[in-house]
């Protein structure tokens, strides 16, 4: 229903400035009645991290930051959902104007800095919904003024981790000064370190993801996929938004906005690096594809570098709601046409091609 009405919403969203027209859905989603989405081809089915993910298509973080629409979200026929980013106290962010539509680019500038209603006000949302269907998982960060950014974390971990299937380590915003600075190779192992010392600790076992930033060399990520794998982490999530302004944009008033670009221009750097990371930890570490999914094609090339599930978040904004489902029948189709049941062979299978650009 909500998909049909997408084309006559979007010129009316567009003619506003993104964030409010990102308010206004937001708003809309929440005043949708509860709906069950459509059972998925058992085909599309996912066991990761103890649980049945009914099909591999998520929700990318930043979306719902607040946790305010995780149940309308699922309801649209994601296979999960990660809410937040989510910070111990509540902060504004930056200051508006902060996100851009590179409309023709298909792509999205923000700069948003991890605005945030703080742990308590997240926490006590899900931990309202316990108990209903669907796969949600939380993105955690620090506070920008905090003096200690790993506690910043660790209190994340410890207050949600009862209420969340996964946790994911976001230390690959782009919009918080310093806070790449993680991804160095000391801190993030002392980081990791005491995350799943706080998960273990809670009683409660989500799994624990990391989400880097495509930004990073080849030699960072060797230093990362190594913290990785020494620290038992669950899952990695490739990738957050770039900083790079490929040559390829067009809309150049826009793209010397400050901020992380997302959407279609992220795609080949994003893939490029999931490839090289499977090629690194293999089935080691479950990976999550994520940077310019706008339709089944690019969904099935993820796949092929080596995620296990998906997230998307920019198509969205052009495509509408109705993109999920149109990927989800691509990813079928495709099965089919190779006589396959599952995705399972089919991840990772090209990434040595990939990674060389292929
Ligand atoms: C407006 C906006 C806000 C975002 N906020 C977060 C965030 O809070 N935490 C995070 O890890 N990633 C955040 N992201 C990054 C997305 O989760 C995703 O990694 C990135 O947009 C690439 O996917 P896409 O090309 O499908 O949008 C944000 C992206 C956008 C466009």
Not at 148 to 174: G, I, K, Q, W
Not at 183 to 196: S, T
Not at 298 to 318: F, I
Not at 340 to 355: K, N, Q, T, Y
Request: some cysteine.
């Amino acid at each position: 229903m909500i998909e049909a009405l997408f084309p006559l919403a979007r010129p009316i969203l567009h003619g506003l400035d993104a964030e409010t027209a990102h308010d206004l859905t937001l708003r809309g989603l929440s005043l949708l009645p509860p709906r069950s989405p459509a059972p998925d081809d058992s085909a599309l089915a996912v066991e990761l991290f103890g649980r049945r993910f009914p099909n591999p298509v998520g929700l990318a973080a930043g979306f719902d930051k607040g946790a305010r629409v995780a149940d309308a979200l699922l309801g649209l026929g994601f296979g999960f959902v990660e809410v937040g980013g989510v910070v111990p106290l509540p902060q504004p962010g930056n200051p508006r104007p902060r996100v851009f539509r590179l409309t023709r680019d298909r792509a999205v500038i923000n700069r948003f800095g991890l605005n945030s209603e703080g742990l308590d006000a997240v926490a006590d949302r899900l931990k309202a919904r316990a108990g209903r269907p669907g796969i949600v998982g939380v993105n955690i960060g620090a506070n920008k003024e905090s003096t200690d950014r790993l506690a910043d974390y660790v209190a994340c971990t410890a207050r949600l981790a009862p209420h969340a299937a996964f946790l994911t380590v976001n230390v690959s915003s782009p919009n918080t000064p310093g806070l790449r600075d993680l991804q160095g190779e000391a801190f993030l192992d002392d980081l990791l370190a005491r995350v799943i010392a706080a998960r273990d600790a809670s009683g409660a076992r989500p799994a624990v993801l990391l989400k880097i930033a495509p930004d990073i060399s080849l030699d960072g990520l060797d230093a990362m996929t190594s913290t990785a794998l020494r620290r038992g982490i669950d899952g990695l999530v490739v990738s957050n938004t770039t900083i790079a302004r490929p040559a390829s944009l067009t809309e150049t008033a826009l793209a010397g906005e400050t901020g992380g670009l997302s959407g279609r221009p992220l795609f080949t750097a994003s893939t490029g690096l999931l490839a090289e990371t499977f090629l690194r930890v293999g089935d080691r570490i479950p990976l999550i594809g994520v940077g310019g999914i706008d339709s089944a094609e690019t969904a099935w090339t993820k796949l092929r570098a080596g995620a296990r599930l998906l997230q998307l978040y920019s198509a969205l904004v052009y495509e509408g709601p109705g993109l999920v489902g149109t990927i989800k029948r691509g990813l079928v189709d495709r099965l089919r046409a190779e006589g396959l049941s599952s995705l399972a062979p089919v991840v990772g299978r090209d990434a040595a091609d990939i990674a060389r650009g292929g």
